[in-house]
């Protein structure tokens, strides 16, 4: 009896649950000897952390929504993955998809609802062909994703610095373009929770009249579609067999009469589409404006942490962004309270994420290396 356990404890804690959840607590004992070198009460500064999410709606409304656009490049990046392909682009099709929110947003006027959809497929369509160039030049040159993606992602940067201060869409005395129309807004009730009747209404509901102060919008809803459909394209499709197949061997998918670089292209398009989704989001519901950027914001480089947390799968990625949306949200909240330096406080979350990505990394590093030595085999 007591050797089943035994062993069902074993299985458990070698699971990906188990290991993901041991190495949260290790990161977070990491976290704790860091901040008790820097002068500070661990015990304390986790409190703040917890209590700066969790004892307001508005906090947890405010953790769901910066989790929001790092739930959907880490689906970018696990959709990727499991076809085979490093997305190291997502932070360039973030921008696009940012770019053309803000662009679509302006200077189209379409009614409340379609004007919304159509900006946010047209951002997906455009962040899609951005990551399709990078799937493209794989598929016909040989160029490896990771190259061709990070050189993406830097013309991303500039193009959106150059047509934010383009004459006509460049908000007056700022570095930051026009808003976007209301009618592209997805954000919920934002008119009428400011107004008399809207306020008189909450004012009897004090747990919504809270929540509703933080930017709440449609973008978390989209982000657990988003996973949904992912998941359905990868295990229920022929396109995701197709997808899949190839991300496992290619060789052995073109044998099987897989087109393999149709499959490659097809596969960054819609991993692009995703991220260019995030940024749109992001957009419509919180910033409504793009700006100058004077470097990389971060939302798609997170989401490889995101995607490595959730094992690569939709619904993990759900889970990890959740996760880094709590630490990013809460953790400054310890700047605040303990007087500590903001470098301790970013060294206390990335040794958290560290120790959490870390054991997926090294599981990716030797599926990777299992499948080389199978390919060679074959060969």
Same mark, same amino acid.
């Given at each position: 009896?007591?050797?089943?356990?035994?062993?069902?404890?074993?299985?458990?804690?070698?699971?990906?649950?188990?290991?993901?959840?041991?190495?949260?607590?290790?990161?977070?004992?990491?976290?704790?000897?860091?901040?008790?070198?820097? $002068?500070?009460?661990?015990? #304390?500064?986790?409190?703040?952390?917890?209590? $700066?999410?969790?004892?307001?709606?508005?906090?947890?409304?405010?953790?769901?929504?910066?989790?929001?656009?790092?739930?959907?490049?880490?689906?970018?990046?696990?959709?990727?993955?499991?076809?085979?392909?490093?997305? =190291?682009?997502?932070?360039?099709?973030?921008?696009?998809?940012?770019?053309?929110?803000?662009?679509? $947003?302006?200077?189209?006027?379409?009614?409340?609802?379609?004007?919304?959809?159509?900006?946010?497929?047209?951002?997906?369509? +455009?962040? $899609?062909?951005?990551?399709?160039?990078?799937?493209?030049?794989?598929?016909?040159?040989?160029?490896? &994703?990771?190259?061709?993606? =990070?050189?993406?992602?830097?013309?991303?940067?500039?193009?959106?610095?150059?047509?934010?201060?383009?004459?006509?869409?460049?908000?007056?005395?700022?570095? +930051?373009?026009?808003?976007?129309?209301?009618?592209? @807004?997805?954000?919920?009730? #934002?008119?009428?929770?400011?107004?008399?009747?809207?306020? #008189?209404?909450?004012? /009897?509901?004090?747990?919504?009249?809270?929540?509703?102060?933080?930017?709440?919008?449609?973008?978390?809803?989209?982000?657990?579609?988003?996973?949904?459909?992912?998941?359905?394209?990868?295990?229920?499709?022929?396109?995701?067999?197709?997808?899949?197949?190839?991300? %496992?061997?290619?060789?052995?998918? &073109?044998?099987?009469?897989?087109?393999?670089?149709?499959?490659?292209?097809?596969?960054?398009?819609?991993?692009?589409? %995703?991220?260019?989704?995030?940024?749109?989001?992001?957009?419509?519901?919180?910033?409504?404006?793009?700006?100058?950027?004077? +470097?990389? &914001?971060?939302?798609?480089? /997170?989401?490889?942490?995101?995607?490595?947390?959730?094992?690569?799968?939709?619904?993990?990625?759900?889970?990890?962004?959740?996760?880094?949306?709590?630490?990013?949200?809460?953790?400054?909240?310890?700047?605040?309270?303990?007087?500590?330096?903001? #470098?301790?406080?970013?060294?206390?979350?990335?040794?958290?994420?560290?120790?959490? +990505?870390?054991?997926?990394?090294?599981?990716?590093?030797?599926?990777?290396?299992?499948?080389?030595?199978?390919?060679?085999?074959? @060969?």
């Amino acid at each position: 009896m007591d050797k089943n356990r035994n062993s069902k404890l074993l299985n458990w804690i070698s699971g990906n649950f188990g290991f993901t959840l041991i190495s949260i607590l290790i990161g977070l004992i990491v976290g704790a000897v860091v901040l008790s070198i820097a $002068g500070f009460n661990p015990i #304390e500064a986790y409190g703040v952390m917890f209590k $700066g999410v969790f004892s307001k709606p508005k906090y947890i409304a405010y953790a769901i929504i910066y989790a929001t656009p790092l739930i959907i490049t880490g689906l970018s990046v696990a959709f990727a993955f499991r076809t085979g392909l490093f997305n =190291i682009g997502a932070e360039g099709q973030y921008i696009i998809g940012a770019l053309v929110a803000a662009l679509t $947003g302006y200077f189209l006027k379409f009614p409340p609802v379609i004007h919304a959809i159509l900006v946010i497929f047209a951002a997906a369509l +455009a962040a $899609g062909l951005w990551g399709g160039i990078a799937g493209f030049l794989k598929a016909r040159f040989g160029v490896h &994703e990771v190259i061709a993606t =990070i050189m993406l992602n830097w013309i991303a940067l500039y193009l959106n610095n150059y047509v934010v201060m383009l004459e006509g869409f460049k908000r007056p005395q700022t570095e +930051a373009s026009y808003e976007v129309h209301q009618t592209a @807004s997805i954000g919920l009730f #934002e008119n009428w929770k400011v107004s008399d009747a809207g306020r #008189e209404w909450l004012s /009897n509901y004090p747990f919504l009249a809270d929540m509703m102060r933080a930017p709440v919008n449609l973008g978390f809803i989209i982000a657990i579609i988003l996973a949904l459909l992912v998941w359905f394209i990868l295990n229920k499709t022929t396109l995701g067999y197709e997808l899949r197949a190839v991300g %496992l061997n290619k060789d052995a998918a &073109e044998y099987g009469g897989i087109g393999v670089k149709k499959s490659i292209t097809i596969s960054m398009i819609i991993a692009g589409a %995703l991220a260019g989704t995030a940024g749109a989001i992001q957009v419509l519901g919180v910033t409504k404006s793009v700006a100058v950027l004077a +470097a990389m &914001e971060g939302y798609g480089f /997170n989401g490889i942490a995101v995607s490595l947390i959730g094992s690569n799968t939709p619904f993990g990625s759900v889970l990890g962004g959740l996760l880094f949306g709590i630490l990013q949200y809460g953790g400054p909240k310890i700047q605040s309270a303990l007087d500590a330096p903001s #470098e301790v406080i970013n060294i206390v979350i990335g040794t958290i994420v560290f120790f959490i +990505a870390i054991p997926k990394f090294i599981k990716l590093v030797l599926s990777f290396r299992r499948k080389k030595r199978g390919e060679q085999h074959a @060969s």
